[in-house]
């Protein structure tokens, strides 16, 4: 039988909670059970694909390209097959973009020196000096309006392709008492606030005092804000949202002792 590597020795026995969107969780459980955990699935939310032909064509006509999310990328390339053009730009929020991008042929991906958000993003200096430039945004709608409104700001035509929307779920009653009757070590992946805040809302004042007792691995500073000001006591920063960085964030600070 083969040795199990000391990761899978750090976290035999724990659960993570996933919130991604309904049927989004494979990556998690996958990144999850290499290390011996195991994934409680709790969706908040949907993606529906939304029919976006022309305003994507005209996206991704344009010089430089944003995708916002690796949903953004693969819902995108579900409707108009994704290729990079001679002399474009493609940029992308996060590291888990980027490789969705690439598994589609597109590399050189631009993503922010550090950070996965608007702010991080905008600061990458090739998006700085983009008077007069048309840029292609693949997004959902309500998502990354900050991006759009500070590259128009910078003098930018930004074309917005909204290629999927995010629905909300009710969170069954009989998901929160098997929330509630999770045992042991058990871990929250924060990588949404759209997704926590359904989830938070829901929870009883004797769930939530539960939940804060658990470590909090979150994907960005504002998310660890956020955790910090809610009572979140171990709240871990993780590179980016990619389950691969979340998992092994949770390993390395129980592989030393620090969460327990």
Sequence with gaps: MPRASNNEIRLAGWYVISLRPLNQHAGVRRA???????????????????D???????????????????AAVRLADAQ?????????????????????LKRRGIDGVRIPAAGSDSEALLAHPDLQDVRGQAIGLLT?????????????????????????????????????????????????????????????????????????????????????????TLGFKNVLRASDARPSNLVSTLASHVGVGRIR
């Design 32 to 50: 999850a059970t290499r290390v011996g955990a195991r994934t409680f699935a709790l969706s908040t939310l949907r993606l529906r694909p939304l």
């Design 52 to 70: 976006a032909k022309p305003a994507l064509r005209a996206a991704l006509a344009c010089p430089r390209v944003i995708v916002s999310s690796p």
């Design 80 to 100: 108009l097959p994704l290729s990079k053009r001679r002399g474009q730009l493609w940029f992308a929020l996060g590291a888990g973009s980027a490789a969705a």
């Design 140 to 228: 959902a709608p309500g998502g990354r309006g900050l991006l759009a409104d500070r590259l128009r700001t910078r003098g930018a035509q930004v074309h917005i392709a909204e290629v999927y929307q995010r629905e909300a779920l009710a969170v069954a009653p009989a998901r929160l008492h098997a929330l509630a009757a999770l045992r042991g070590n058990v871990a929250l992946f924060l990588t949404s606030r759209e997704a926590f805040d359904p989830l938070w809302q829901a929870l009883s004042a004797a769930l939530r005092k539960q939940l804060l007792g658990r470590p909090c691995v979150v994907a960005s500073d504002r998310l660890a804000a956020l955790a910090r």
